[in-house]
């Protein structure tokens, strides 16, 4: 399709907000309109850099609001919906299910009704074809529930088998989106991705929070024996995934996008703490810009990590296979875990203002 017009929803979240970013730079000629709730992990700031852009629109609002989302797909002619909004932290959704099950079906519901009236009901009154377009998903690898260490990773064809109410709730907007395309004849698309980490992640997230807890010489929590295995994928490799996907995928397709990158949670700590010792170690200023950070100043943030009682249906390990996409659209991720994981910590040492509003 050339010339999209995108709504973004969730745009001013941690991987909206860098597909945003992603998406303008590679396409400068395309339309963005970014639709966010603004809640606690939305963030105004992370669209700042693009704010001045002719071709971005920031709209504060609800995909739960069916009016609103058909206004803005009718008034601004878009023709592509990508649809990141969701409410995602594992441990609020077993603490208060309420809101992930409003934002995750409801809003999806939501979003594909509205669509499905602009591009298909209001077209066919008039005696016309639908409207050229395309409803992308952003789903997670979660919906497929958990691994053994042997076991082999998860396809497109495998069962989905959601352990948390997050995922249950990310499992049944998948649901939709297919039913909505196999009965309504909704042009989809879905992604379904590994553990993303990179600029603009909320500070509540595993690595983010591991880099400002050393900042501020706080304890560095690993929940159980800290041998859960986790597929790390950088968030703008995975921009670049869905970027194949609305070019290159077929309709109704489901497509996995990973890191080929698993790595137990304390390996990943281990690792954040080895870097964030040499860069105060090679860098003397970071200990005059936090002088919180004694155990990293000394060399020896390891100390900080404390195991903590695990979560409840803690899933063991999550890995993705991504051969279907890179196959089919040619995808493969470009930042190894060395190069993306240095480029996190070194974006939150000087991105101090962003993130300290935030915890």
């Not at 049944?172 to 600029?199: I, K, M, Q, W």
């Amino acid at each position: 399709m050339e010339n999209r017009k995108l709504l973004v929803t969730g745009g001013a979240g941690f991987i909206g907000a860098n597909f945003v970013h992603y998406w303008l730079e590679n396409n400068p000629q395309d339309t963005v309109v970014v639709v966010d709730a603004l809640t606690y992990a939305g963030n105004r700031d992370n669209l700042a850099p693009i704010e001045n852009n002719a071709n971005f629109e920031f709209v504060h609002g609800d995909i739960c609001d069916t009016n609103l989302v058909e206004k803005l797909l009718s008034e601004k002619s878009l023709n592509t919906i990508v649809h990141f909004a969701a409410e995602s932290h594992v441990d609020r959704s077993i603490t208060g299910p309420d809101a992930f099950i409003e934002t995750n079906i409801i809003g999806t519901y939501s979003l594909l009704k509205a669509a499905k009236k602009v591009w298909i009901d209001l077209p066919k009154d008039k005696g016309l074809s639908p409207l050229p377009h395309r409803f992308h998903h952003v789903s997670t690898d979660e919906v497929y529930g958990t691994l053994e260490k042997d076991d082999p990773a998860f396809t497109e064809e495998t069962a989905y088998a959601p352990n948390s109410p997050y995922s249950a709730s990310k499992a049944a907007s998948d649901h939709l989106v297919r039913a909505y395309h196999h009965t309504y004849g909704l042009e989809v698309t879905t992604s379904n991705c590994s553990n993303n980490y990179g600029p603009y992640h909320f500070p509540e997230k595993l690595i983010p929070l591991i880099i400002t807890n050393i900042l501020h010489d706080k304890p560095l929590p690993i929940y159980g024996d800290g041998q859960q295995i986790r597929d790390w994928l950088y968030v703008e490799d995975h921009a670049r995934g869905i970027e194949l996907v609305l070019n290159k995928g077929l309709i109704g397709e489901n497509y996995n996008i990973g890191g080929h990158n698993e790595w137990a949670n304390i390996d990943i700590v281990k690792v954040v703490c080895k870097l964030m010792n040499e860069q105060f170690e090679s860098n003397p200023d970071l200990k005059t810009q936090y002088p919180a950070a004694v155990k990293a100043a000394n060399g020896s943030s390891e100390e900080l990590i404390t195991f903590v009682q695990d979560r409840a249906g803690h899933d063991r390990r999550y890995a993705i296979d991504a051969t279907k996409t890179n196959n089919e659209l040619g995808y493969e991720p470009l930042e190894s875990f060395e190069t993306g994981i240095n480029k996190t910590i070194s974006w939150y040492l000087n991105q101090k203002p962003w993130w300290t509003s935030l915890i």
